[in-house]
């Protein structure tokens, strides 16, 4: 199992250009979950999937965020435009089932200069 | 609404020493509960899971966790800490009464081991 794959694995841009985050689930999981952990805000969830249909997107922060699941096995997770304070290290992570263990990827850790 | 607290921000021990880390969370009804570990630099993975039975739980690495449904408390030990076991850990809940698959995190506890 090749586990929860997310691209890229650093991005550096600067601020004003549009971002996109992408991150292919453990086949077969209906759930998908995007976080963003900071030193200050500790780990927040953005928004999840059940089978390719947004549930919750009330921890994204503001209309700059947007995400999307076209199919089961992709995600995107999109800023623009992007600032200085959406630099974080953002995590996808994919569960068979509700209520079962999450599965991370290994995150995209984004500066925006 | 629903919440994990963790209560020791920052935890330094020395090697060889034990580990109790609190965690306790707000909701009334059936949860599945979870550590998760974040050694420095890398993403989240499983330490232990609790679904039902025994409270007593034990998972990778020499830890276990004990579910105490009275106090709403599922805190993490370990009786003989390591160097390796400097790490970001995670408490989180899923409260399946509500049904859905979200878990909800608790702060994070920092461990700091001293060799």
Not at chain 1, 96 to 107: E, L, N, Y
Not at chain 2, 4 to 27: D, F, K, P, R
Not at chain 2, 74 to 98: H, I, M
């Amino acid at each position: 199992d090749a586990g929860v794959i997310q691209s890229p694995r650093h991005e550096v841009t600067e601020m004003g250009q549009e971002v996109t985050l992408r991150c292919k689930p453990i086949s077969g999981h209906d759930y998908l979950f995007w976080y963003r952990q900071t030193m200050m805000r500790g780990l927040e969830l953005l928004i999840y999937f059940n089978n390719n249909v947004p549930i919750d997107d009330s921890g994204m922060p503001e209309d700059r965020f947007s995400a999307k699941m076209p199919n089961a096995s992709f995600s995107t997770l999109k800023i623009q435009p992007s600032e200085p304070r959406d630099s974080a290290v953002y995590f996808c992570a994919s569960t068979p089932t509700g209520g079962q263990p999450q599965h991370f990827g290994d995150g995209t850790r984004l500066s925006i200069l | 609404a629903q919440s994990v607290s963790q209560h020791n921000h920052h935890v330094i021990l020395s090697e060889a020493a034990s580990l109790e880390l609190g965690c306790n969370y707000s909701y009334g009804g059936t949860v599945n509960l979870f550590w998760y570990v974040q050694y420095p630099g890398q993403h989240l993975q499983l330490l232990l899971k609790y679904f039902s039975g025994d409270p007593l739980v034990k998972g990778i690495k020499g830890f276990e966790a004990e579910f105490i449904k009275s106090k709403f408390s599922f805190n993490l030990r370990k009786p003989s800490v390591q160097w390796s076991d400097t790490a970001e850990y995670f408490c989180a809940v899923n409260p399946l009464g509500r049904n859905t698959g979200k878990l909800i995190f608790g702060q994070g506890t920092t461990l700091q081991v001293k060799p």
